[in-house]
């Protein structure tokens, strides 16, 4: 089994939720992680949880803007030429059906569910390219099978597949691994507000928890390089009857 140990890696949406949890299991596993997310007070209790001083590098950018995500990939650069792991796990959700749904709920999240992660990987693969390095998306069963009340946000997710598929075909003969993580409901702060908009008692024991999905994440990153898993398809073990995820 492969190692992590030292290997530079970047997280986006590194503040909570799943991010959150990758980030940690990433330095736990003995890697340097360049911790992207909006809120500086959040990234600043991730080294302390990590139990890693020293290996967590945080970053604050928007990726919802071309500044923003300029700042990102110069941060990470500035760290190292080489970028062994890039984990997507930035989201934004916004529950509407095709009827009810504005232009500026469908802007915001293509913005940092597909254009973000699109920019970003093409801004660090010269320096995944120097590493045989791995890019993973974390995405949404929502990507595989929309729902009226997040079309919009399953239309982001579907494209955010279809980048990752291609990016896949073009890459792997530079030995670049390229994994996307389809998970369910997971209990998270964004989780919380989604419940609360669709009006559903949340229950966070009951969900997938975000060190499930971190978990998973970093056992195919140790896979050995003669193989690829492409797929991970996670979601809660026991579903709420109010769920449909």
């Known amino acids: 089994m492969a190692s992590l140990e030292g290997k530079a890696c970047a997280v986006t949406g590194a503040s909570s939720g799943i991010g959150r949890a990758v980030t940690i299991a990433l330095v ?8 992207v997310a909006r809120s500086e007070e959040q990234l600043g ?10 290996a967590v590098f945080p ?3 928007d990726l919802a803007d071309d500044r ?7 941060g990470i650069l500035a760290r190292s030429e080489r970028l062994d792991v890039l984990v997507h796990s930035a989201g934004a959700i916004h529950l509407a059906g095709p009827a009810s749904a504005v232009a500026s709920e469908l802007d915001r999240q293509y913005a940092v569910n597909l254009r973000a992660p699109v920019a970003l990987t093409r801004a660090l693969l010269p320096a995944l390219e120097r590493a045989r390095g791995q890019v993973v998306f974390v995405n949404s069963n929502a990507a595989l099978r929309a729902s009226a009340s997040n079309v919009l946000y399953a239309a982001t ?3 955010l597949k279809a980048f990752a598929d291609g990016l896949r075909d073009a ?5 670049i691994r390229v994994l ?6 997971t209990a998270t702060p964004m989780q919380a507000r989604v419940h609360e908009s669709e009006g559903r008692p949340y229950r966070a024991e009951l969900l997938l928890q975000p060190e499930d999905v971190a978990e998973s994440v970093v056992a195919a990153l140790v896979l050995p390089s003669s193989g690829e898993l492409t797929e991970i398809s996670i979601r809660p073990m026991v579903k709420p009857p109010e769920t449909s995820s």
């Not at 736990?28 to 911790?35: I, L, N, T």
């Not at 996307?180 to 409901?185: D, E, I, L, S």
């Open 28 to 35: 736990r596993s003995g890697a340097h992680v360049v911790a």
């Open 45 to 54: 209790s991730i080294a302390a949880e990590a139990g890693g001083p020293g």
């Open 59 to 61: 970053l604050v950018a």
């Open 68 to 74: 923003g995500l300029e700042s990102a990939a110069s």
């Open 157 to 159: 997710k579907a494209g």
């Open 171 to 175: 890459v792997n003969r530079d030995g």
């Open 180 to 185: 996307t993580v389809y998970v369910g409901r």
